[in-house]
């Protein structure tokens, strides 16, 4: 029997609301938020057809719901800034540069995906773009971006470091470590905790003691805040003024994006399940941050049927040419298996630096 859940739970605390106003980024660049997203969802829908039909397997964890997370965040860096992700990325990885191509073949496990067929859903990653992995191990990401933070302040950068969890992470001992060594280091780390409420099915109130998660920052001292992680520009904001605090003084944050996933917690959990009811996803589903954002621009004069209809056509032939190849693609030969199993000489300093450091 699912559990209820009121109002007042859902929406503990204040958060940095709509973001009223489009101003600051221009036609094209509020076009190629949208357009991510869209891309985000549809590659999303693509993914779980092919796990329907066997030609993806293992675990599958989607996006739906959640896109303006990513995309707003992601908006906020510059190329040679990182970010790190829980098993949930796909969207993360595309936003921040990878290919719907190599990332539907790791999907289906091909030697022409991200991680040579060999990571699958859970293990995207990408040197050139600086995305530094899904990570399957609930909280394992954040000692890691905790240490990119470190390697960047020892090089004297001003790049920052997006590391980014669900909810469930914030009561595992890894968050608390990696916090507190972000404050008394000054490291340049933005935590971003995607609360969509669950933890595979237990609601975050059964949980946790106190539901305000972005006021744990206040115990280790570096700045936190909630955001409408439904709003594409009020999370766009919030992320864009942490990165600026932390290319200006090396300081972390602490932000929590209140949102809501669609689907179950991966696919083999139905929609609702057993700890949510049918009506409560509908009555999320009204907040859907895409139709939301389409609706605004519309309002504002800045995007047309025309230029959706436009734009959602090419997102579905960037997303159907990506199964085709994934599927096209060949599998990772017997040869392979002793590939990537040590790592070779200064290969650390290329992977994070993109340059060798003997």
């Given at each position: 029997?699912?559990?209820a ?5 859902r ?77 949930r990325?796909h ?95 000054k ?8 609360n ?53 003084d ?70 159907n040419?990506a ?6 693609s ?10 990537h ?18």
């Open positions: 029997m699912a559990r859940r009121t109002g007042a739970k929406t503990a605390g204040k958060t940095n609301g709509k973001r009223e106003s489009l101003d600051g980024p221009d036609r094209e660049q509020l076009h190629g938020l949208l357009r991510q997203m869209l891309l985000g969802r549809r590659f999303e829908e693509k993914a779980a057809e092919g796990y329907a039909i066997g030609r993806i397997g293992g675990f599958c964890h989607l996006y739906i719901g959640q896109e303006a997370v990513a995309v707003g965040a992601m908006s906020a860096l510059r190329p040679d800034d990182y970010a790190l992700a829980a098993y990325e969207v993360q990885a595309i936003t921040r540069g990878m290919s719907a191509r190599e990332v539907m073949a790791e999907l289906h496990g091909k030697a022409a995906g991200s991680s040579h067929g060999k990571g699958g859903s859970m293990h995207l990653f990408s040197a050139e773009h600086r995305f530094l992995g899904g990570w399957g191990i609930v909280g394992g990401q954040m000692p890691i971006a905790t240490g990119v933070g470190w390697a960047i302040r020892y090089r004297g950068g001003d790049q920052v470091c997006l590391c980014f969890m669900g909810e469930a992470a914030v009561n595992q001992g890894a968050f608390h470590e990696s916090l507190n060594m972000a404050a008394l280091w490291l340049p780390v933005i935590f971003i905790v995607e969509n409420w669950f933890g595979m099915g237990t609601a975050w109130d059964r949980a946790a003691s106190r539901l305000e998660i972005d006021e744990k920052a206040s115990v280790y001292g570096m700045a936190g805040e909630s955001v409408d992680g439904m709003d594409v520009m009020a999370v766009r904001d919030v992320v864009g003024r942490a990165v600026e605090r932390a290319r200006k090396g300081s972390p944050a602490l932000i929590e994006a209140r949102c809501y996933r669609f689907m179950g917690h991966s696919m083999s959990d139905p929609v609702s399940g057993v700890y949510r009811t049918k009506e409560e996803v509908e009555e999320h589903k009204r907040r859907d941050p895409i139709r939301g954002f389409i609706h605004r621009l519309k309002e504002a004069g800045l995007l047309t049927d025309d230029e959706l209809h436009a734009m959602d056509d090419d997102v579905h032939a960037e997303v040419d199964v085709e190849f994934a599927e096209s060949p599998d990772p030969g017997p040869a392979s298996i002793h590939e199993v040590y790592a070779s000489e200064n290969v650390h300093g290329r992977l994070f630096f993109g340059e060798d450091h003997g």
